[in-house]
């Protein structure tokens, strides 16, 4: 079974700052990893994956990922946050098996204050 | 680009009524889910099939059911719809093609239930 966790339903950051967003995840199997945003009223952007080939994974906008197996860990960060990263981000697990469930974490509403 | 479509944006639907919510990939893509959407609990699996007429149960998969009939229609169905199952529903196809994973999802569903 697997499941997803994210350890914060709110961050608010000052603009400039770093962004941690947390997630830990269990999988029975060796997992795809995700991150996701979604702006108000907007669909699910695809940030970032994890597929087992480097542990440090960056995408779009600045955002990157560190897998870490030991911790089952999937972190989000930022090294300095913009205005326009204000929105709602899921952490999201997948076992790569045709016949298993996709899991999404209940999300993070990250505020950025000017 | 693939598309996955889903029938209808907004829905308005009266108490113990049949809902029908309709999604349409165009990808070959053996699996596909259904989630609802609810602020502050992220996206929640109904249901999931890998396969035409392979169906399984995600984690809140009470008063719904679904048909895979063909491979590229997977359909929810409220079989009396609720007022708790006022919500955004989105369809997702999973590409699975040479290990690399990809997710695409509809622009979803807004269902009212009254």
């Known amino acids: 079974a697997q499941s997803v966790t994210q350890l914060d339903s709110h961050v608010s950051v000052s603009e400039g700052t770093p962004v941690l967003l947390r997630c830990n995840y269990s999988?029975?199997?060796?997992?795809?990893l995700f991150w996701y945003v979604q702006h108000p009223n907007k669909g699910l952007q695809l940030l970032l994956k994890?597929?087992?080939?480097?542990?440090l994974v960056k995408g779009i906008n600045g955002f990157e990922a560190e897998f870490k197996k030991s911790e089952t860990s999937f972190h989000l960060t930022k090294p300095s946050a913009h205005m326009s990263d204000a929105a709602e981000y899921f952490c999201?697990?997948?076992?790569?098996?045709?016949?298993?469930?996709?899991?999404f974490g209940s999300g993070t509403r990250l505020s950025i204050r000017p | 680009d693939v598309k996955v479509t889903q029938s209808s944006r907004y829905l308005v639907k009266r108490t113990g009524e049949k809902v029908f919510l309709e999604c349409v990939q165009d990808?070959?893509?053996?699996?596909m889910f259904w989630y609802r959407q609810d602020p502050g609990l992220g996206l929640r699996l109904i249901y999931f099939?890998?396969?035409?007429?392979?169906?399984e149960k995600g984690d809140i998969p009470e008063g719904y059911s679904v048909s895979r009939e063909k491979k590229e229609r997977f359909s929810l169905i409220l079989e009396s719809a609720s007022t708790n199952q006022t919500s955004m529903y989105l369809c997702a196809s999973r590409d699975l093609t040479h290990g690399n994973e990809k997710l695409f999802f509809g622009s979803g569903t807004q269902l009212s239930v009254l």
């Open positions: 990808m070959d893509h053996e699996n």
């Open positions: 099939s890998y396969d035409v007429k392979m169906k």
């Open positions: 999988s029975s199997y060796s997992p795809s």
């Open positions: 994890y597929t087992s080939a480097a542990t």
């Open positions: 999201v697990v997948s076992p790569l098996s045709s016949a298993s469930k996709i899991i």
